[in-house]
C-alpha cells in the first residue's frame, strides 16, 4: 500500500506538540504587523519575507520575539489560534494539544491574565467551528522563568485560566536548565488535575528524560528522541508507556540531527517506544502535519504504520472521550478501506 499524499490528508489525525506562539505563519505575521505597525527592521531587512528560514539559534530567537511582541491583546491570541485552527482543518487534524507561554504574555508583554485567558478560549470557540478541539497545556520556559518565580504557577492556581486546560508543560532550552528544579511546579500543577508533559531529551540526552519522569512525573515527553542514549530508560519508558511526541522537522532546522535521513523516528519504533509526529512551531519551521507525516512515509512508514501511529496518539491524548471515540470510529473506517 503506498502512502500518497492524497490518502494520507484523508487519514483522520491528531496533533499532540505544537506551540501557539510558534504556529504563526508569515501570512498571520503580516496581517498581525499591519494591525499594529511595528519596526521590524532589526529582524528583517526590507519586506517580512514569505517564508520563515534562519541562520542559526540567535536569528531564529530574534524571529520568535518579533512575533510574539505582535500579541498584545484577546483578538490577537484569538486570531493567531485560528489561523492555525484553519490549516488543520485543511489537513483533517480534528484534536490538538496546544502549548502556550504564559509567562510571555502576562510576565514579558504584560497582558492582564484575563485577556491573555479571554484570546485562548474565543481562539478555541473559532477552531470548534472549524471542527477542530483544543486542548490547552501552560508551558513553564525553563531558559526564562527561573524556579523561583510563581508566574506560571500562579497562573495556573487561579481562576483565570482557559476552557479545555489538560496539561502543564516545560518548555526552552534544555542545556543548562535542568528539569528537577521545577519538581515543586509539577507537583502543584498535577494536584489540580493536570497531566504533566515537558520537553526533554531534544538538546540535552537521555538524563534529561530520566529527571522529567522522576523528578516531573512526565505521562508524555516533548521530543525525548535522545532517549535512545539509554538502552535502560527505552525500557522503563517503554513498560511504563510514557510517550514521546516526535518532530521531525524541528530536531533537523534546531540541528538535533544533522539530516532527515537519519532521523531516530524508525528506531524509536522498533525499540518499542510510543511515538507520534508533529510540528512543533509549524510557522517558524515553515512545516504542517502533513509534511512531518510525509518524512515519516521518507523513513519507511506505510500507510498502516500512520494509522497505528494516529490510534497510539489519540490513546495518549487527553481529549475528552467524545473525541477519542469519534476519531477512533473514523479510524476504523479509513484502516477498512484502505489497509
Ligand atoms: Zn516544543
Not at 487561579?158 to 508543560?169: A, E, Q, Y
Not at 523513513?299 to 469519534?326: C, I, M, N, T, W
Request: aromatic share 6%; net charge negative; glycine share 8%.
Amino acid at each position: 500500500m503506498t502512502t500518497g499524499s492524497a490518502l494520507l490528508l484523508e487519514l483522520p489525525k491528531v496533533e499532540l506538540h505544537c506551540h501557539l506562539e510558534g504556529s504563526m505563519s508569515s501570512a498571520t505575521v503580516k496581517a498581525l504587523a499591519a494591525r499594529h505597525q511595528p519596526d521590524w527592521s532589526w529582524v528583517w531587512n526590507g519586506d517580512i519575507p514569505e517564508h520563515f528560514s534562519f541562520d542559526d539559534f540567535p536569528d531564529f530567537g530574534r524571529q520568535y520575539l518579533f512575533g510574539l511582541s505582535l500579541l498584545r491583546n484577546a483578538d490577537d491570541i484569538a486570531t493567531i489560534t485560528d489561523d492555525l485552527a484553519a490549516s488543520l482543518a485543511q489537513q483533517n487534524v480534528r484534536h490538538v494539544e496546544l502549548t502556550t507561554t504564559a509567562y510571555s504574555h502576562i510576565e514579558v508583554g504584560n497582558m492582564a491574565p484575563e485577556e491573555y485567558r479571554d484570546g485562548l478560549d474565543e481562539g478555541r470557540r473559532r477552531a470548534a467551528a472549524r471542527g477542530v478541539n483544543i486542548g490547552w497545556v501552560i508551558d513553564i520556559p525553563r531558559d526564562l522563568e527561573t524556579p523561583d518565580s510563581q508566574v506560571t504557577i500562579d497562573f495556573l492556581e487561579s481562576s483565570r485560566t482557559p476552557d479545555g486546560l489538560i496539561g502543564i508543560g516545560l518548555g526552552g532550552y534544555e542545556v543548562g536548565f535542568p528539569a528537577a528544579p521545577y519538581a515543586e511546579h509539577f507537583a502543584r500543577g498535577r494536584a489540580l488535575g493536570l497531566h504533566s508533559i515537558p520537553h526533554a531529551g531534544e538538546t540535552e540526552g537521555a538524563d534529561s528524560v530520566r529527571q522529567a519522569v522522576d523528578d516531573l512525573g512526565a505521562e508524555r515527553i516533548g521530543h525525548g528522541v535522545r532517549v535512545l542514549e539509554d538502552p535502560v530508560l527505552v525500557e522503563q519508558l517503554v513498560e511504563s508507556g510514557v510517550f514521546c511526541e516526535v518532530c521531525p522537522t524541528s530536531n533537523l532546522l534546531l540541528g538535533v540531527v544533522d539530516t532527515l535521513d537519519e532521523h531516530p523516528l524508525t528506531r524509536m519504533i522498533d525499540a518499542g517506544l510510543n511515538v507520534c509526529l508533529n510540528t512543533d512551531d509549524p510557522g517558524w519551521f515553515d512545516t504542517d502535519l502533513m509534511t512531518e507525516l510525509q518524512i515519516g512515509t521518507d523513513l519507511g512508514l506505510r500507510v498502516e504504520d500512520h494509522v497505528r501511529l494516529q490510534r497510539d496518539a489519540v490513546r495518549a491524548s487527553f481529549a475528552p472521550a467524545d473525541v477519542k471515540r469519534l476519531l477512533a470510529e473514523q479510524l476504523d473506517v479509513f484502516e477498512r478501506a484502505h489497509c
